[in-house]
């Protein structure tokens, strides 16, 4: 029994303690409820607070565990004390209950009914509410139990609510920014009690501090930059690119356009924008988003370099995960999910939009750090168009009714204006004049585009060809990992050694080596012959100079960002060129019908003016968006937003149109590192210790793929898949140091393939 504990026999009941969690593993204690309660909403208050919702989210936490005030829920926490087994009496109803009776807050308790098990349909709470009279019997016992407890149910005060509560959409986020204050604020308080975390959020950091952090990392990288690189023709215009996300930093919050030509320094001066930006109107944190985790871990590195971030004093989070836990011992890597506590953060996407659209804790207990932020889209162009609609609506969202500024960046700028969610919202173009822009850069780097689409040359063709140019390296980027293995192997036959080879079959770590390695060789002298075959991952995020670029035929976009890679510098003697095929193996992403035939619309051999134009590049994206009926663009989701239908906004929202599984593999290059293949070992741990398993998939992720679903399907691939833990598995097959993984033929005996 507790210090000052009574048993039954001594107090009445009505006067016994009540218990939120069993003992901690800090203090040796249990939990008071009215402790948690009053914690839980005081913390959930400060969360909502910077979108006027405090004192919604006040209610909402002190509320949100009324009915382990029953007896029957009391009784059965010291029943499972220390079995690891959970209570599994549902607590929800009773502060539900008085949220919507006392309080009128109908559909906006659905935090409450929701916080363990997500967001559900308003008719499945209301049906839930509707219980049998034993429960509500419990309820009211609950509540009596906690009116002696909490004077302030008494005379509960009617919050008052932000303007977006009465519209559909902006109602449906604000729940969404609610549930994620009262989930994170349960989830913090829950950590402190057992001992997960010493505090509940960490120290704010001064924007103006941060932002003074930036601008000295940033000039003493560009010092370095200068003395290991030399000057770049290129340099005078990354200058002006900056200049004018400073100036512009200095207007009001909104929508912001970077239409910065590749090349020109948009990782940096975007960050720069978002820092000025959030010190003049004091946002409190900056969120960058990029497609790929391959782009995010690099930033995140350049980011870090440039405030000074260390383990010892944080400043950037990097967050992305491709592995969901499930099953024993998975509930407290969940609980310690990143919450986004940090006033930087990097993450994909993905990761971003998802969590946006979801309905579990778990995914969602960040989304109220987004309020008064600065959040960073960059590489726009390689937003899924299947959910522009939607993806569009919550941005605005978010910039009306949160206080964010979204800041939309890509060297090749969507044409957003004309679809329905952005329809006379008005952004501020960060550079005055992109189009001058580009044709001065084009003076400085000049290009070449050349055309060879008819006749369609074979694979084999396009290798021969890519042998005999006379400048001895070539980047050649081609549609579907098939066609990356094809061109690689026929060009390996013609050029041997001097082929690389980069797709989504290699892990990060793999590709970071293949990267530096090429990137090492290009700016050696004398000249070394290199020839880098590639998936489209290269056209994002990867600074590399080449002087001849071969592109398979892709949307416009796609030719514009892998023209960015060649004469990347200006510093070549001769122009940099652009040859674009059309493989007469054809075979491409389903989601390119469309935009590759608006391209062959408007370019071509026999067409001005060239892909770089971007007044023709707007009007391809107004054709393309033009032949897209609204459903086809996600419209669908809207109406499920409207009527908070979140189970199914949380189905179909999915950024990735096939379903993939992350892949452990055993990549380890003994010319690059000496030390032992520690992978073996991390997976023991990992499924040794899964409480843990935040810290071994952490270590992990760079040497894990995404393996299409359509994959397993196939028996000799899934002879050699092993299961680790929840959806994740380790390849057991070879795994080659040139080309990532092999994926068996039919005919071949899994069994028997041998590692290399």
Known sequence: MESGELSKGEQGADECPLWAHSRGNGSGRRHLLEDHLRSVGWWAAKFAEPFGADQIAYWLGLTHDF???????????LEVEGADEPVGVDHRAAGTRFLVEHLGFDVFAMPVYGHHGGLDHPSVMANFLASPPLEVAHEEQALQRLRARLPELATPSVPVWPACASDP??????????????????HLDTQVHFGKRREHVAAQVDPAHLLDRFEAGRKD????RLRTRGASPVDPLRGEVYEACVAAASLGPGFFKLAAPTGLGKTISSAGFALHHASVQGLRRVVVAVPFISITEQNAEVYRELLGSTPSDPLVLEHHSSVALEGPGSRWQRLAAENWDAPFIVTTTVQLLQSLHDRRPWAMRKLHRLARSVVVLDEIQALPVHLLIPILAMLRQLVEHFGVTVVLASATQPEFWDLAPLRQVRAVDILPDPAGLQRRLRRIRPMRYRWEVSPRPSLEQVATKVAAEPARQVLVVVNTVDHARIVYDALNARRPGMVRHLSTRMCPAHRRDVLADVDATLKRKPVEPLYLVSTQLIEAGVDLDFPVVYRAMSPAESILQAAGRANREGQRPESGLVVIFDPAEQAMPASYGLPVAETRRRFGPMKQPEPDDLGTLADYFRGYYATLPE????????????????PTVTKDFRMIDEDSVPVVVRYHNPQITERPDPIDGWLQQLRRDPARGHIWLRRLQPYTISLPKSQLAKPQVAALLRPVIGDLYEWAGVYDLNIGIVIPAKEENPREQKRP
Request: charged share 25%; net charge positive; proline share 0%.
């Open 169 to 186: 959409l902006g109602g449906e986020l604000l729940t969404r920014m609610l549930f994620s204050a009262l989930v994170d604020a349960d």
């Open 631 to 646: 459903n086809a663009m996600g419209s669908q989701l809207l109406a499920a937003r409207a009527s908070w239908d979140f």
């Open 221 to 224: 990288k560009l010092r370095e």
């Open 67 to 77: 009915g382990k005030a029953s007896e029957i829920w009391q009784r059965r926490l």
